[in-house]
Protein backbone atom coordinates (compact mmCIF):
# COMPACT_ATOMS: atom_id res chain seq x y z
CA UNK A 1 0.00 0.00 0.00
CA UNK A 2 1.74 3.22 -1.10
CA UNK A 3 0.58 6.78 -0.54
CA UNK A 4 1.79 7.90 -3.64
CA UNK A 5 0.05 5.13 -5.69
CA UNK A 6 -3.29 6.68 -4.37
CA UNK A 7 -2.71 10.43 -4.17
CA UNK A 8 -0.88 11.20 -7.83
CA UNK A 9 0.08 14.06 -9.22
CA UNK A 10 -2.48 13.89 -11.48
CA UNK A 11 -5.40 13.49 -8.72
CA UNK A 12 -3.99 16.39 -6.98
CA UNK A 13 -3.74 18.58 -9.37
CA UNK A 14 -7.14 17.75 -10.48
CA UNK A 15 -8.44 18.11 -7.18
CA UNK A 16 -6.43 21.39 -6.42
CA UNK A 17 -8.45 22.95 -10.01
CA UNK A 18 -10.80 20.53 -10.69
CA UNK A 19 -12.50 20.71 -14.68
CA UNK A 20 -15.41 21.58 -15.94
CA UNK A 21 -16.90 22.85 -12.50
CA UNK A 22 -20.00 24.33 -12.39
CA UNK A 23 -23.44 23.94 -13.44
CA UNK A 24 -24.81 24.20 -16.92
CA UNK A 25 -27.91 26.09 -17.02
CA UNK A 26 -30.17 24.89 -18.82
CA UNK A 27 -29.07 21.32 -18.99
CA UNK A 28 -30.58 18.30 -20.35
CA UNK A 29 -29.79 15.74 -17.71
CA UNK A 30 -28.85 16.64 -14.10
CA UNK A 31 -28.26 13.79 -11.03
CA UNK A 32 -27.09 14.11 -7.96
CA UNK A 33 -24.70 11.84 -5.64
CA UNK A 34 -24.13 11.27 -2.09
CA UNK A 35 -22.15 9.42 -0.13
CA UNK A 36 -23.78 9.41 3.37
CA UNK A 37 -21.16 7.60 5.13
CA UNK A 38 -18.49 10.61 4.50
CA UNK A 39 -20.97 13.36 3.53
CA UNK A 40 -19.57 13.74 -0.17
CA UNK A 41 -21.99 15.43 -2.79
CA UNK A 42 -22.05 16.08 -6.49
CA UNK A 43 -24.25 17.50 -9.26
CA UNK A 44 -23.64 16.55 -12.76
CA UNK A 45 -25.16 18.42 -15.50
CA UNK A 46 -24.93 17.26 -18.94
CA UNK A 47 -25.89 18.59 -22.46
CA UNK A 48 -27.23 16.12 -24.93
CA UNK A 49 -26.57 16.46 -28.53
CA UNK A 50 -29.03 13.15 -29.29
CA UNK A 51 -27.00 10.32 -28.06
CA UNK A 52 -23.80 11.95 -26.99
CA UNK A 53 -22.44 14.27 -24.06
CA UNK A 54 -22.31 17.42 -25.69
CA UNK A 55 -20.84 19.49 -22.28
CA UNK A 56 -21.14 18.31 -18.79
CA UNK A 57 -20.41 19.91 -15.99
CA UNK A 58 -20.21 18.81 -12.22
CA UNK A 59 -20.18 20.72 -8.98
CA UNK A 60 -19.97 19.56 -5.03
CA UNK A 61 -18.26 18.88 -2.24
CA UNK A 62 -15.53 15.62 -1.65
CA UNK A 63 -12.45 14.40 -0.71
CA UNK A 64 -9.50 14.40 -3.34
CA UNK A 65 -10.33 11.15 -5.31
CA UNK A 66 -13.97 11.94 -5.06
CA UNK A 67 -13.45 15.60 -6.61
CA UNK A 68 -10.51 14.46 -9.16
CA UNK A 69 -12.30 11.07 -10.52
CA UNK A 70 -15.25 13.48 -11.28
CA UNK A 71 -13.06 16.02 -12.80
CA UNK A 72 -11.13 13.26 -14.96
CA UNK A 73 -14.32 11.49 -15.93
CA UNK A 74 -15.94 14.38 -17.23
CA UNK A 75 -12.85 15.16 -19.49
CA UNK A 76 -13.30 11.86 -20.81
CA UNK A 77 -16.80 11.17 -21.39
CA UNK A 78 -17.27 14.69 -23.09
CA UNK A 79 -18.23 13.90 -27.11
CA UNK A 80 -18.85 9.62 -26.18
CA UNK A 81 -22.53 8.61 -26.78
CA UNK A 82 -23.97 6.39 -24.12
CA UNK A 83 -22.88 3.44 -24.89
CA UNK A 84 -19.45 4.36 -25.22
CA UNK A 85 -19.90 5.69 -21.91
CA UNK A 86 -21.06 2.64 -20.28
CA UNK A 87 -18.15 0.92 -21.87
CA UNK A 88 -15.78 3.30 -20.32
CA UNK A 89 -17.22 3.06 -17.30
CA UNK A 90 -16.99 -1.03 -16.80
CA UNK A 91 -13.13 -0.33 -17.51
CA UNK A 92 -12.92 2.13 -15.13
CA UNK A 93 -14.12 0.13 -12.69
CA UNK A 94 -12.25 -2.64 -13.29
CA UNK A 95 -9.14 -0.47 -13.20
CA UNK A 96 -10.90 0.68 -9.23
CA UNK A 97 -11.34 -2.76 -7.99
CA UNK A 98 -9.64 -5.90 -9.68
CA UNK A 99 -6.24 -5.94 -8.31
CA UNK A 100 -5.07 -8.49 -10.64
CA UNK A 101 -5.92 -5.92 -14.07
CA UNK A 102 -3.59 -5.31 -16.42
CA UNK A 103 -2.50 -1.51 -17.24
CA UNK A 104 -4.94 -0.19 -19.86
CA UNK A 105 -3.41 2.40 -21.74
CA UNK A 106 -6.82 3.37 -23.24
CA UNK A 107 -7.60 4.98 -20.08
CA UNK A 108 -5.21 8.02 -20.76
CA UNK A 109 -5.47 10.31 -17.11
CA UNK A 110 -8.02 8.05 -15.66
CA UNK A 111 -5.44 5.72 -15.09
CA UNK A 112 -3.90 7.64 -12.36
CA UNK A 113 -6.95 6.14 -10.38
CA UNK A 114 -5.74 2.64 -10.36
CA UNK A 115 -3.54 3.48 -6.48
CA UNK A 116 -7.41 3.38 -5.38
CA UNK A 117 -7.82 -0.34 -5.60
CA UNK A 118 -5.13 -0.60 -2.76
CA UNK A 119 -7.31 1.28 -0.43
CA UNK A 120 -10.63 -0.71 -0.59
CA UNK A 121 -12.51 2.03 1.52
CA UNK A 122 -11.72 4.57 -0.98
CA UNK A 123 -13.82 2.84 -3.58
CA UNK A 124 -16.81 4.34 -3.39
CA UNK A 125 -15.36 8.01 -3.12
CA UNK A 126 -13.99 7.01 -6.77
CA UNK A 127 -17.14 5.67 -8.66
CA UNK A 128 -19.57 8.01 -7.11
CA UNK A 129 -18.91 10.26 -9.71
CA UNK A 130 -19.82 8.18 -12.59
CA UNK A 131 -22.78 6.18 -10.85
CA UNK A 132 -24.12 9.98 -11.21
CA UNK A 133 -23.49 9.90 -14.78
CA UNK A 134 -25.58 6.70 -15.57
CA UNK A 135 -27.82 8.22 -13.07
CA UNK A 136 -28.52 11.18 -15.14
CA UNK A 137 -28.06 9.57 -18.52
CA UNK A 138 -30.85 7.33 -17.07
CA UNK A 139 -33.76 9.83 -16.05
CA UNK A 140 -31.98 11.62 -13.48
CA UNK A 141 -32.49 12.14 -9.63
CA UNK A 142 -30.38 11.17 -6.68
CA UNK A 143 -28.09 7.83 -5.94
CA UNK A 144 -26.89 6.75 -2.85
CA UNK A 145 -23.65 4.85 -2.10
CA UNK A 146 -25.93 3.54 0.55
CA UNK A 147 -28.97 3.44 -0.14
CA UNK A 148 -29.28 -0.03 -1.23
CA UNK A 149 -29.53 1.26 -4.68
CA UNK A 150 -28.66 -1.25 -7.55
CA UNK A 151 -27.03 0.88 -9.54
CA UNK A 152 -24.03 1.97 -6.67
CA UNK A 153 -22.94 -1.70 -5.90
CA UNK A 154 -19.64 -2.07 -6.26
CA UNK A 155 -20.58 -4.84 -8.93
CA UNK A 156 -18.62 -4.79 -12.36
CA UNK A 157 -21.71 -2.72 -14.37
CA UNK B 1 6.02 20.11 18.70
CA UNK B 2 9.08 20.58 21.18
CA UNK B 3 6.35 22.36 23.75
CA UNK B 4 4.78 18.98 24.48
CA UNK B 5 6.53 17.70 26.91
CA UNK B 6 7.07 13.67 26.89
CA UNK B 7 6.48 12.66 29.96
CA UNK B 8 3.33 14.73 32.22
CA UNK B 9 5.29 15.90 35.18
CA UNK B 10 4.19 14.20 38.98
CA UNK B 11 1.10 12.22 38.11
CA UNK B 12 2.32 8.61 39.32
CA UNK B 13 0.58 7.09 36.42
CA UNK B 14 2.83 4.42 34.39
CA UNK B 15 1.19 5.11 31.12
CA UNK B 16 4.53 2.18 29.69
CA UNK B 17 3.30 0.02 32.36
CA UNK B 18 -0.95 0.16 31.19
CA UNK B 19 0.14 -0.35 27.49
CA UNK B 20 1.97 -3.29 28.29
CA UNK B 21 -1.83 -5.32 29.26
CA UNK B 22 -3.05 -4.22 26.00
CA UNK B 23 -1.59 -6.86 23.74
CA UNK B 24 -2.79 -5.07 20.07
CA UNK B 25 -0.46 -1.66 20.38
CA UNK B 26 1.94 -3.92 19.96
CA UNK B 27 1.10 -4.40 16.48
CA UNK B 28 2.23 -2.31 13.62
CA UNK B 29 0.03 -1.12 10.87
CA UNK B 30 1.53 -0.47 7.08
CA UNK B 31 5.18 -1.32 8.93
CA UNK B 32 4.78 1.65 11.10
CA UNK B 33 3.89 1.23 14.96
CA UNK B 34 -0.10 1.87 15.65
CA UNK B 35 -0.90 4.46 17.08
CA UNK B 36 -4.51 4.11 18.20
CA UNK B 37 -6.59 7.15 18.80
CA UNK B 38 -9.94 5.98 17.77
CA UNK B 39 -10.75 4.65 21.52
CA UNK B 40 -14.59 6.57 21.17
CA UNK B 41 -15.24 4.43 18.64
CA UNK B 42 -14.30 1.26 20.54
CA UNK B 43 -11.37 0.92 23.34
CA UNK B 44 -8.79 -1.86 23.08
CA UNK B 45 -9.18 -4.86 25.21
CA UNK B 46 -7.18 -5.55 28.26
CA UNK B 47 -5.45 -8.95 28.53
CA UNK B 48 -7.28 -9.28 31.66
CA UNK B 49 -10.67 -9.08 29.96
CA UNK B 50 -9.34 -11.10 27.44
CA UNK B 51 -8.62 -13.89 29.94
CA UNK B 52 -11.40 -13.56 31.59
CA UNK B 53 -13.96 -14.12 28.42
CA UNK B 54 -11.87 -16.85 27.44
CA UNK B 55 -11.79 -18.27 30.94
CA UNK B 56 -15.60 -18.27 30.70
CA UNK B 57 -15.91 -19.95 27.39
CA UNK B 58 -12.85 -22.66 28.56
CA UNK B 59 -14.69 -23.41 32.02
CA UNK B 60 -17.50 -22.25 32.65
CA UNK B 61 -19.73 -21.60 29.89
CA UNK B 62 -23.60 -22.72 29.48
CA UNK B 63 -26.92 -21.36 29.43
CA UNK B 64 -27.97 -19.45 32.41
CA UNK B 65 -30.91 -19.37 35.14
CA UNK B 66 -31.94 -23.07 33.40
CA UNK B 67 -30.12 -25.89 34.37
CA UNK B 68 -29.66 -27.27 38.77
CA UNK B 69 -26.49 -28.69 36.26
CA UNK B 70 -23.03 -27.74 37.46
CA UNK B 71 -22.18 -25.29 34.44
CA UNK B 72 -25.37 -24.08 34.75
CA UNK B 73 -24.59 -22.96 38.31
CA UNK B 74 -21.18 -22.15 37.51
CA UNK B 75 -22.38 -19.50 34.34
CA UNK B 76 -25.38 -18.13 36.10
CA UNK B 77 -22.72 -16.75 39.17
CA UNK B 78 -20.44 -15.49 36.80
CA UNK B 79 -23.16 -13.69 34.66
CA UNK B 80 -24.86 -12.33 38.16
CA UNK B 81 -21.41 -11.68 39.34
CA UNK B 82 -20.83 -9.24 36.66
CA UNK B 83 -24.49 -7.78 37.30
CA UNK B 84 -23.51 -6.64 41.13
CA UNK B 85 -19.89 -5.41 39.79
CA UNK B 86 -21.83 -3.21 37.31
CA UNK B 87 -24.23 -2.15 39.73
CA UNK B 88 -21.11 -1.40 42.59
CA UNK B 89 -19.60 0.80 39.81
CA UNK B 90 -22.65 2.77 39.18
CA UNK B 91 -23.69 2.52 42.80
CA UNK B 92 -26.79 1.53 41.95
CA UNK B 93 -29.02 0.45 44.75
CA UNK B 94 -30.10 -3.27 43.60
CA UNK B 95 -29.08 -5.52 41.03
CA UNK B 96 -32.92 -5.49 39.98
CA UNK B 97 -31.98 -1.71 38.42
CA UNK B 98 -29.33 -2.90 36.06
CA UNK B 99 -30.81 -4.66 32.60
CA UNK B 100 -27.68 -6.00 30.50
CA UNK B 101 -28.27 -5.14 26.95
CA UNK B 102 -26.41 -5.44 23.66
CA UNK B 103 -25.06 -1.55 24.23
CA UNK B 104 -26.11 1.63 24.70
CA UNK B 105 -28.16 1.34 21.41
CA UNK B 106 -30.28 -1.06 22.44
CA UNK B 107 -30.49 0.54 26.47
CA UNK B 108 -32.39 3.84 24.67
CA UNK B 109 -34.38 1.79 22.17
CA UNK B 110 -35.83 -0.24 25.38
CA UNK B 111 -36.63 3.02 27.30
CA UNK B 112 -38.27 4.50 24.12
CA UNK B 113 -40.02 1.67 23.30
CA UNK B 114 -41.43 0.45 26.69
CA UNK B 115 -41.60 3.35 28.69
CA UNK B 116 -42.11 5.85 25.69
CA UNK B 117 -44.98 3.91 23.88
CA UNK B 118 -46.70 3.49 27.37
CA UNK B 119 -46.19 7.00 28.46
CA UNK B 120 -46.19 9.38 25.69
CA UNK B 121 -49.71 11.02 23.96
CA UNK B 122 -49.76 14.01 21.08
CA UNK B 123 -48.66 16.95 23.07
CA UNK B 124 -46.06 15.66 25.01
CA UNK B 125 -42.50 16.63 24.53
CA UNK B 126 -39.29 14.86 24.69
CA UNK B 127 -36.18 17.13 25.23
CA UNK B 128 -32.60 16.49 24.03
CA UNK B 129 -29.81 18.45 22.48
CA UNK B 130 -27.80 19.11 19.48
CA UNK B 131 -25.18 17.51 20.66
CA UNK B 132 -26.60 13.91 20.78
CA UNK B 133 -25.30 10.48 19.22
CA UNK B 134 -27.83 9.03 16.25
CA UNK B 135 -28.64 6.80 19.24
CA UNK B 136 -30.34 9.16 21.33
CA UNK B 137 -32.25 10.70 18.09
CA UNK B 138 -33.42 8.10 16.06
CA UNK B 139 -35.20 5.83 19.08
CA UNK B 140 -37.02 8.92 20.16
CA UNK B 141 -38.51 9.65 16.24
CA UNK B 142 -39.39 6.67 15.70
CA UNK B 143 -41.74 6.73 19.24
CA UNK B 144 -42.65 10.43 18.41
CA UNK B 145 -44.17 8.88 14.67
CA UNK B 146 -45.84 6.46 16.51
CA UNK B 147 -47.36 8.10 19.53
CA UNK B 148 -47.42 11.78 17.83
CA UNK B 149 -45.63 13.44 20.90
CA UNK B 150 -42.81 16.03 19.69
CA UNK B 151 -39.33 15.71 19.60
CA UNK B 152 -37.74 19.61 20.94
CA UNK B 153 -33.81 20.10 20.57
CA UNK B 154 -31.74 22.42 22.83
CA UNK B 155 -29.62 24.27 20.87
CA UNK B 156 -25.41 24.45 21.06
CA UNK B 157 -23.24 27.40 20.42
CA UNK B 158 -19.97 27.81 18.14
CA UNK B 159 -17.61 26.16 21.05
CA UNK B 160 -19.68 23.00 21.00
CA UNK B 161 -21.44 23.80 24.89
CA UNK B 162 -25.04 23.32 25.15
CA UNK B 163 -26.94 26.66 25.68
CA UNK B 164 -28.15 25.90 29.13
CA UNK B 165 -30.65 29.29 29.31
CA UNK B 166 -32.17 27.55 26.11
CA UNK B 167 -32.43 24.41 27.63
CA UNK B 168 -34.08 25.88 30.55
CA UNK B 169 -36.56 27.73 28.32
CA UNK B 170 -37.29 24.52 26.55
CA UNK B 171 -38.45 22.64 29.46
CA UNK B 172 -41.48 23.06 29.32
CA UNK B 173 -44.47 21.92 31.13
CA UNK B 174 -45.33 19.27 27.78
CA UNK B 175 -42.01 17.95 28.06
CA UNK B 176 -42.36 14.41 29.70
CA UNK B 177 -38.79 13.09 29.15
CA UNK B 178 -34.87 14.69 28.91
CA UNK B 179 -32.65 12.75 27.20
CA UNK B 180 -29.01 13.76 26.88
CA UNK B 181 -25.29 12.83 26.01
CA UNK B 182 -22.88 13.12 29.18
CA UNK B 183 -20.32 13.45 27.04
CA UNK B 184 -20.48 14.41 23.23
CA UNK B 185 -19.19 11.87 20.96
CA UNK B 186 -18.60 14.34 17.90
CA UNK B 187 -16.69 17.10 19.63
CA UNK B 188 -16.14 15.86 23.26
CA UNK B 189 -18.43 18.64 25.81
CA UNK B 190 -19.23 17.24 29.24
CA UNK B 191 -22.54 18.05 29.68
CA UNK B 192 -23.81 19.94 32.66
CA UNK B 193 -25.68 16.46 33.72
CA UNK B 194 -26.31 17.37 37.50
CA UNK B 195 -27.63 20.78 36.23
CA UNK B 196 -29.62 19.46 33.55
CA UNK B 197 -31.56 16.33 36.22
CA UNK B 198 -31.74 19.23 38.69
CA UNK B 199 -33.73 21.46 36.42
CA UNK B 200 -35.85 18.63 35.17
CA UNK B 201 -36.63 16.91 38.38
CA UNK B 202 -37.78 20.54 39.50
CA UNK B 203 -41.11 19.89 37.07
CA UNK B 204 -40.99 16.01 37.78
CA UNK B 205 -39.34 14.97 34.14
CA UNK B 206 -37.24 11.91 34.17
CA UNK B 207 -34.00 12.05 32.75
CA UNK B 208 -31.85 9.81 30.57
CA UNK B 209 -28.18 9.81 30.01
CA UNK B 210 -26.43 8.70 27.49
CA UNK B 211 -23.35 7.51 28.59
CA UNK B 212 -20.99 5.73 26.45
CA UNK B 213 -18.69 7.95 26.40
CA UNK B 214 -18.47 8.88 29.43
CA UNK B 215 -18.37 5.67 31.54
CA UNK B 216 -14.19 5.31 30.39
CA UNK B 217 -13.32 8.87 31.78
CA UNK B 218 -15.73 10.01 34.68
CA UNK B 219 -16.78 8.33 37.69
CA UNK B 220 -20.56 7.66 37.77
CA UNK B 221 -22.52 7.54 40.30
CA UNK B 222 -26.27 7.64 39.68
CA UNK B 223 -27.59 7.62 43.04
CA UNK B 224 -25.52 10.93 43.10
CA UNK B 225 -26.38 12.32 40.03
CA UNK B 226 -30.05 11.47 40.22
CA UNK B 227 -30.12 10.07 37.10
CA UNK B 228 -33.50 8.18 35.88
CA UNK B 229 -32.01 5.89 32.86
CA UNK B 230 -28.45 5.38 32.48
CA UNK B 231 -27.05 3.61 29.48
CA UNK B 232 -23.62 2.64 28.73
CA UNK B 233 -21.43 0.00 26.51
CA UNK B 234 -18.67 -2.51 27.49
CA UNK B 235 -16.79 -1.94 24.31
CA UNK B 236 -16.19 1.55 25.23
CA UNK B 237 -14.66 0.78 28.73
CA UNK B 238 -12.25 -1.56 27.38
CA UNK B 239 -14.55 -4.32 27.52
CA UNK B 240 -16.52 -6.73 25.26
CA UNK B 241 -18.78 -5.66 22.00
CA UNK B 242 -22.38 -6.98 22.12
CA UNK B 243 -22.81 -6.11 25.76
CA UNK B 244 -24.07 -2.94 27.30
CA UNK B 245 -26.28 -1.88 30.33
CA UNK B 246 -29.38 -0.10 31.47
CA UNK B 247 -29.54 1.58 34.82
CA UNK B 248 -32.92 2.36 35.43
CA UNK B 249 -34.53 3.46 38.80
CA UNK B 250 -36.20 0.53 40.28
CA UNK B 251 -40.07 2.95 40.49
CA UNK B 252 -39.89 3.47 37.01
CA UNK B 253 -38.46 0.03 35.28
CA UNK B 254 -41.14 -1.76 37.60
CA UNK B 255 -44.20 -0.01 35.93
CA UNK B 256 -42.61 -0.12 33.09
CA UNK B 257 -43.94 -2.87 30.24
CA UNK B 258 -41.63 -5.72 28.61
CA UNK B 259 -40.42 -4.70 24.75
CA UNK B 260 -39.55 -7.71 23.88
CA UNK B 261 -40.89 -10.93 24.55
CA UNK B 262 -39.39 -14.24 25.01
CA UNK B 263 -37.62 -16.91 27.61
CA UNK B 264 -35.82 -15.87 30.77
CA UNK B 265 -38.22 -12.95 30.72
CA UNK B 266 -41.38 -14.82 31.76
CA UNK B 267 -42.50 -16.66 35.30
CA UNK B 268 -45.35 -18.91 34.07
CA UNK B 269 -46.55 -19.57 29.97
CA UNK B 270 -49.80 -21.06 28.93
CA UNK B 271 -51.28 -20.47 25.77
CA UNK B 272 -54.21 -17.95 27.24
CA UNK B 273 -51.97 -15.71 29.53
CA UNK B 274 -48.23 -15.20 30.71
CA UNK B 275 -46.91 -13.58 33.85
CA UNK B 276 -43.46 -11.80 33.14
CA UNK B 277 -40.31 -12.42 35.52
CA UNK B 278 -39.78 -9.83 38.39
CA UNK B 279 -37.00 -7.19 37.69
CA UNK B 280 -34.27 -6.99 35.89
CA UNK B 281 -34.99 -10.41 33.92
CA UNK B 282 -38.60 -8.62 32.71
CA UNK B 283 -36.31 -6.92 29.89
CA UNK B 284 -33.90 -8.97 29.22
CA UNK B 285 -35.76 -11.77 26.91
CA UNK B 286 -33.69 -14.68 25.31
CA UNK B 287 -30.28 -15.87 26.22
CA UNK B 288 -28.23 -13.18 27.03
CA UNK B 289 -24.31 -12.45 26.13
CA UNK B 290 -23.18 -14.13 29.30
CA UNK B 291 -19.51 -14.13 28.23
CA UNK B 292 -20.03 -10.15 27.31
CA UNK B 293 -21.10 -9.62 30.74
CA UNK B 294 -18.16 -11.60 32.48
CA UNK B 295 -16.06 -9.18 29.69
CA UNK B 296 -17.47 -5.82 31.06
CA UNK B 297 -17.02 -7.22 34.99
CA UNK B 298 -13.57 -7.96 34.50
CA UNK B 299 -13.24 -4.82 32.16
CA UNK B 300 -14.92 -2.68 35.38
CA UNK B 301 -12.32 -4.30 37.37
CA UNK B 302 -9.37 -3.26 35.25
CA UNK B 303 -10.62 0.42 35.07
CA UNK B 304 -11.08 0.27 38.50
CA UNK B 305 -7.34 -0.97 38.96
CA UNK B 306 -6.11 1.96 37.40
CA UNK B 307 -8.38 4.01 39.23
CA UNK B 308 -10.51 6.24 37.19
CA UNK B 309 -9.41 9.49 38.44
CA UNK B 310 -5.88 9.06 37.78
CA UNK B 311 -6.81 7.59 34.27
CA UNK B 312 -8.96 10.99 33.44
CA UNK B 313 -5.97 13.08 35.19
CA UNK B 314 -3.94 11.53 32.23
CA UNK B 315 -6.17 11.73 29.39
CA UNK B 316 -6.79 15.31 30.38
CA UNK B 317 -2.70 15.98 29.79
CA UNK B 318 -2.64 14.50 26.42
CA UNK B 319 -6.03 16.68 25.53
CA UNK B 320 -4.51 19.80 26.50
CA UNK B 321 -1.55 18.81 24.71
CA UNK B 322 -3.03 17.63 21.27
CA UNK B 323 -5.27 21.33 21.31
CA UNK B 324 -2.43 22.90 21.79
CA UNK B 325 -0.07 21.38 19.47
CA UNK B 326 -2.97 20.69 16.82
CA UNK B 327 -4.59 24.77 17.44
CA UNK B 328 -0.84 25.79 16.25
CA UNK B 329 -0.76 24.29 12.76
CA UNK B 330 -1.75 26.76 10.39
CA UNK B 331 -5.09 25.65 8.28
CA UNK B 332 -6.20 23.38 10.62
CA UNK B 333 -9.08 24.21 12.94
CA UNK B 334 -11.00 22.70 16.20
CA UNK B 335 -14.27 21.58 15.94
CA UNK B 336 -15.35 21.95 19.67
CA UNK B 337 -14.20 23.73 22.04
CA UNK B 338 -15.91 23.48 25.01
CA UNK B 339 -14.32 24.24 28.30
CA UNK B 340 -14.83 21.00 29.76
CA UNK B 341 -14.16 18.48 27.32
CA UNK B 342 -13.27 14.65 27.73
CA UNK B 343 -10.15 13.53 25.64
CA UNK B 344 -11.53 14.09 22.66
CA UNK B 345 -10.34 16.31 19.44
CA UNK B 346 -12.56 17.00 16.29
CA UNK B 347 -10.56 19.33 13.61
CA UNK B 348 -11.08 20.46 10.09
CA UNK B 349 -8.37 21.36 7.79
CA UNK B 350 -8.40 23.88 4.82
CA UNK B 351 -7.71 22.27 1.33
CA UNK B 352 -7.53 18.58 2.75
CA UNK B 353 -11.13 16.30 3.29
CA UNK B 354 -11.04 14.44 6.36
CA UNK B 355 -11.58 11.12 4.16
CA UNK B 356 -7.88 12.40 2.49
CA UNK B 357 -6.39 13.37 5.73
CA UNK B 358 -7.65 9.58 7.56
CA UNK B 359 -5.98 8.29 4.97
CA UNK B 360 -2.68 9.69 4.98
CA UNK B 361 -2.57 9.41 8.56
CA UNK B 362 -3.18 5.81 8.28
CA UNK B 363 -0.61 5.24 6.13
CA UNK B 364 1.54 6.90 8.97
CA UNK B 365 -0.52 3.72 11.33
CA UNK B 366 -2.01 6.48 12.98
CA UNK B 367 -5.78 5.36 13.28
CA UNK B 368 -8.58 8.28 13.67
CA UNK B 369 -11.85 8.29 13.27
CA UNK B 370 -13.41 10.18 10.15
CA UNK B 371 -16.65 11.20 8.98
CA UNK B 372 -19.85 12.43 10.87
CA UNK B 373 -19.33 10.43 14.02
CA UNK B 374 -23.04 9.22 13.82
CA UNK B 375 -24.00 12.85 14.72
CA UNK B 376 -24.98 14.34 11.35
CA UNK B 377 -27.00 17.03 13.03
CA UNK B 378 -23.37 18.43 15.26
CA UNK B 379 -21.67 18.41 11.66
CA UNK B 380 -24.40 20.96 9.99
CA UNK B 381 -24.28 23.03 12.88
CA UNK B 382 -20.74 23.76 11.92
CA UNK B 383 -21.86 23.56 8.28
CA UNK B 384 -19.15 20.77 8.01
CA UNK B 385 -19.29 17.04 5.89
CA UNK B 386 -17.22 15.34 8.83
CA UNK B 387 -14.25 16.34 10.73
CA UNK B 388 -11.33 14.00 11.91
CA UNK B 389 -11.36 12.96 15.32
CA UNK B 390 -8.85 11.77 17.53
CA UNK B 391 -9.63 10.25 20.46
CA UNK B 392 -7.47 9.43 23.87
CA UNK B 393 -7.57 6.33 25.97
CA UNK B 394 -5.44 5.31 28.93
CA UNK B 395 -2.93 3.74 26.97
CA UNK B 396 -1.75 6.81 24.85
CA UNK B 397 0.99 8.57 25.50
CA UNK B 398 2.09 11.89 24.82
CA UNK B 399 4.84 10.97 22.23
CA UNK B 400 1.43 9.82 20.41
CA UNK B 401 0.68 13.18 19.83
CA UNK B 402 3.90 14.17 18.49
CA UNK B 403 3.40 11.56 16.13
CA UNK B 404 -0.20 12.48 15.04
CA UNK B 405 1.00 16.31 15.09
CA UNK B 406 3.89 15.25 12.68
CA UNK B 407 1.48 12.77 10.49
CA UNK B 408 -1.08 16.09 9.86
CA UNK B 409 2.07 17.93 8.96
CA UNK B 410 2.75 15.32 6.90
CA UNK B 411 -0.38 15.17 5.18
CA UNK B 412 0.05 19.07 4.16
CA UNK B 413 2.96 18.17 2.83
CA UNK B 414 1.57 15.45 0.23
CA UNK B 415 -1.43 18.53 -0.52
CA UNK B 416 1.07 20.84 -0.61
Not at chain 1, 29 to 40: R, T, V
Not at chain 1, 70 to 95: C, I, P, Q, Y
Not at chain 2, 167 to 190: K, W, Y
Request: hydrophobic share 45%; aromatic share 6%.
Amino acid sequence: MELKDLYRDVILDHNRQPRNFGRLDPADAEADGHNPLCGDRLTLSLRLAGDTIADIRFEGKGCAISTASASLMTEAVKGRDRAAVHELFGRVHALLTQTQAPADESLGKLAALSGVREFPSRVKCASLCWHTLNAALDQGGTISTEAGNESTSEEVP
Amino acid sequence: MSAIPLRAAGTGYDVERVRRDFPILSRTVHGKPLVYLDSAASAQRPLAVIRAVEDYEMRSHANVHRGVHALSQEATAAFEGARERVRRFLNARSTREIIFTRGTTEAINLVAQSWGRAQLRAGDEILITALEHHANIVPWQMVRDATGCSLVVAPIDTSGELIMEEFHRLLSPRTRLVAVAHVSNALGTILPVAEIIAAAHARRVPVLVDGAQAVAHTRVDVQALGADFYAFSGHKLYGPTGIGVLYGRQELLSEMPPWQGGGDMILNVTFERTTYNELPYKFEAGTPNMSGAVGLGAAIDYVESLGLDAMAAHEHGLLEAATAALGAIPGLTLIGTAKRKAAVVSFVMDHIHPHDLGTILDAEGVAVRTGHHCAQPVMDFFLIPATARASFGCYNTLAEVQQLVAAVRHAQEVFG
